[in-house]
């Protein structure tokens, strides 16, 4: 067994980090933060240091690596600045699931400038009536002689101001069994690339946290688009779904570890700097126990979430339920330990936490939705339940090692 990373990945780690702390400043990360704005100068600059993509495929510019690089990316810029590094990673992270089913045709053209930092990309799944259970879409996909029709409404897509192409998960064929007939499609925003009908974004405003990102409606009116833009297989849609959430639901760990990581280490430096009846505040026991606790649920959550994006890495190989298994379990664990790990940071900054200024607030607004999107805490527990009623005891034993 080795835990070492390799020297690849500790340079990358290096590199990442600090690009993060010399860039993603409090007054850069405070201004974005008051205006909305996503940060997309440095967005760019991300790009071109060859920070997005780095599991992309080398033809296209992508770096030809895995989850386990991309993870420790995320790690460094959230553990930067939560609103900064989780803008970011949302604005490229989407574009995955065309690395994951996409042609070689698709992923030239819309990953190419994704790695560039120049476009960003968007999923549009959710829907007014259906969030947790993506096993029926309203949205309808119809098949015309010169193109693919969509109709509907898809909500809370996040960074729908500013995405340059949308995947968009429709209902093709009414008839099928839930779960069933559904297909993904590409959607640019870029109307010369429409065949006709009407798109309109909405923006959803006033959110608790990722401030820096936009969330909207997307209202399809008998939009066409060219038949090339189907992505994935035909009628299997929520199956491309699903597999693009087994990566990136590992990377929305990866937010949740750096978002706890920087807020522990303000925490840290704050309790040995802070005097309080004549001591710094961490040689009391409360305070010292809380820092002592948090850094042992860190190094937990780190372990964990390095595991499951090797898992993802392997290919799935040994067994295919594993994967699936390991990315619920760091998709509820990691957040939720983090909300609580983030919460205890507040508590040592005392009144000064509750402000923004100290960013522990805000990251602990930040970091509440990697508990919600992608799949929520209750949606990541009924499917480990699921596996457990499943497979046998020793397996079960087995992948415990
Ligand atoms: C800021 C933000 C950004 C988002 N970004 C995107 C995006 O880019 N693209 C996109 O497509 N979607 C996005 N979403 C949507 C997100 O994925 C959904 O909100 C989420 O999946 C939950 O769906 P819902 O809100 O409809 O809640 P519901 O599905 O109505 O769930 C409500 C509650 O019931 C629980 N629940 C539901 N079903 C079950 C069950 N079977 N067992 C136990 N509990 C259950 C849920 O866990 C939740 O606590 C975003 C949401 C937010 C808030």
Not at 53 to 71: R, S
Not at 346 to 352: D, L, R
Request: aromatic content about 8%.
């Amino acid at each position: 067994m080795d835990f070492s990373l390799s020297k690849e990945q500790k340079d990358i780690k290096k590199a990442a980090a600090e690009f993060a702390r010399g860039e993603f400043r409090p007054e850069v990360a405070q201004e974005h933060e008051f205006n909305h704005r996503f940060p997309r100068d440095l967005y760019k600059r991300a790009g071109e240091l060859g920070f997005i993509g780095l599991d992309y495929p080398e033809e296209i510019g992508g770096g030809g690596l895995g989850v386990i690089e991309n993870i420790l990316v995320v790690e460094e810029f959230c553990k930067a600045d939560s609103g900064i590094g989780m803008a970011i990673h949302l604005g490229f992270l989407p574009a995955k699931i065309v690395k994951v089913i996409g042609t070689p045709e698709q992923q030239e053209k819309f990953l190419g400038p994704i790695v560039k930092g120049d476009w960003i990309s968007a999923v549009s799944f959710t829907e007014p009536n259906h969030g947790s259970d993506l096993t029926r879409m309203e949205t309808t996909l119809e098949e015309r002689e010169d193109g693919l029709i969509l109709n509907g409404t898809k909500i809370f897509t996040t960074n729908a101001a500013y995405a340059d192409f949308f995947i968009v998960l429709a209902q093709e064929d009414h008839d099928a069994s839930p779960g069933h007939g559904m297909t993904t499609v590409l959607v640019e925003r870029d109307p010369s690339q429409w065949l006709g009908g009407k798109l309109e974004i909405n923006e959803i405003p006033d959110k608790m946290g990722i401030r820096m990102t936009s969330s909207g409606e997307l209202v399809f009116k008998d939009l066409k688009v060219p038949r090339e833009n189907i992505l994935g297989e035909r009628g299997r849609g929520l199956k491309n779904v699903l597999e693009f959430l087994d990566e990136s639901r590992v990377e929305i760990a990866a937010q949740a570890l750096g978002n706890a990581e920087g807020a522990f280490l303000k925490a840290l430096d704050h309790a040995r700097k802070r005097e309080q009846f004549q001591k710094p505040i961490i040689s009391f026991q409360a305070i010292g126990h809380k820092l002592a606790r948090t850094w042992s649920q860190i190094q937990s959550l780190k372990w964990l979430t390095y595991h499951a994006a090797w898992l993802c890495d392997q290919g799935g190989g040994k067994d295919s339920e594993t994967v699936p298994l390991f990315t619920s379990i760091v998709k509820h664990h990691v957040p939720e330990t983090a909300k609580q790990i983030i919460d205890e940071t507040i508590t040592v900054f005392g009144g000064y936490g509750y402000f923004l200024e100290q960013e522990v607030e805000r990251r602990y607004r930040d970091n509440r939705i990697a508990e919600i999107y992608e799949g929520t805490v209750e949606v990541q527990l009924n499917n480990i339940v699921r596996i457990l009623r499943k497979l046998t005891l020793d397996f079960i034993d087995s992948v415990l090692l």
